[in-house]
């Protein structure tokens, strides 16, 4: 069975600080991480995926991810946030053989001014 | 340009009535999917389909109905047995087993 936990429903950050987004996974299989980034009242966007390769994975608009097995972590982050990046974040897991994606329930990140 | 698109975008609902969403993607994916989406949760996936004239029930199926007749399109009835059907709905597509999903810009739905 798979899992993912997003610790943190809302996380707010100034614009320019650091950007830390947490995701836990739980998987029987090798996972398939995915980030995506949602606007309000739009679909979701892929931000950057991991599957088996490198274990740090660089994304889209300055956004990376690091997946940690010893600690089934794979956490987004960003150096310097911009109001730009308001918005909802999902992480999600699969596996090489699934079709399906299991995700987390979300957080919204606020940038203050 | 290829990507999916989801009509309408606004959708209101008497109760006791059927409603039909439509999703079509130009991307030639064989998978396609349908994902409720309510405030403050995540994305539970209602059905999704692997291959033309195939479909699986995901975790909320009941009171939700597909067809998969063409591969491009991926409609998803909203039916009057469905108790709670204000929400917004998202359709997805992917090449396959393990690869990413690309998603329409959703549907919400709200019954009067």
């Known amino acids: 069975a798979q899992s993912v936990t997003q610790l943190g429903s809302h996380v707010s950050v100034s614009e320019g600080a650091l950007v830390l987004l947490r995701c836990n996974y739980s998987?029987?299989?090798?996972?398939?991480l995915f980030w995506y980034v949602q606007y309000p009242n739009q679909g979701l966007q892929l931000l950057l995926k991991?599957?088996?390769?490198?274990?740090l994975v660089k994304g889209i608009n300055g956004f990376e991810a690091e997946f940690k097995k010893s600690e089934t972590s794979f956490h987004l982050t960003k150096p310097s946030a911009h109001m730009s990046d308001a918005a909802e974040y999902f992480c999600?897991?699969?596996?090489?053989?699934?079709?399906?994606?299991?995700f987390g329930s979300g957080t919204r990140l606020l940038v203050r001014p | 340009d290829g990507g999916i698109t989801q009509s309408p975008k606004y959708l209101f609902r008497k109760e006791g009535q059927n409603v039909t969403l439509s999703c079509e993607q130009n991307?030639?994916?064989?998978?396609m999917y349908w994902y409720r989406q309510d405030p403050g949760q995540g994305l539970r996936l209602i059905y999704y389909?692997?291959?033309?004239?195939?479909?699986q029930k995901g975790d909320i199926a009941e009171g939700y109905s597909v067809s998969r007749e063409k591969k491009e399109s991926f409609p998803l009835t909203v039916t009057s047995a469905q108790k709670n059907p204000t929400a917004f709905y998202l359709c997805?597509?992917?090449?396959?087993?393990?690869?990413?999903?690309?998603f329409g810009p959703g549907t919400r739905l709200t019954v009067l």
């Open positions: 999600a897991v699969s596996g090489a053989s699934s079709y399906k994606l299991i």
């Open positions: 991991y599957t088996s390769a490198a274990t």
């Open positions: 991307l030639n994916h064989d998978a």
């Open positions: 997805a597509s992917s090449t396959g087993q393990g690869n990413e999903q690309f």
């Open positions: 998987s029987s299989v090798p996972p398939y």
């Open positions: 389909s692997q291959i033309v004239n195939d479909f």
